[in-house]
């Protein structure tokens, strides 16, 4: 998988996530996963695509950064899923 992180301020992430939800479907893109961790007001939401062209897409777009993530969690951090 692809994983693209993207940082934004925690007021803002409501507004954010429908401003992507709604990039996404435009250019009918389908991501495999949204999470996402909060620290403070701080929120990293990373989201797996099952290629390069969507996931580059969408980095460029939302000013993202390419990662790898780890499927193990720490304990005591499970993550937020974006989709439940």
Not at 59 to 81: L, Q, V
Request: overall charge neutral.
């Amino acid at each position: 998988m692809r994983t693209v992180a993207v940082r934004l301020v925690a007021p803002d992430f409501a507004k954010e996530m429908a401003l992507m939800r709604d990039w996404l479907d435009r250019h009918s893109y389908v991501p495999t996963r949204f999470i996402y961790d909060q620290a403070d007001d701080e929120v990293v939401v990373s989201v797996e695509f099952p290629n390069e062209r969507d996931a580059e897409a969408f980095a460029i777009r939302f000013d993202g950064k390419r990662c790898t993530r780890s499927s193990k969690r720490e304990p005591g951090n499970p993550g937020r899923s974006a989709l439940s």
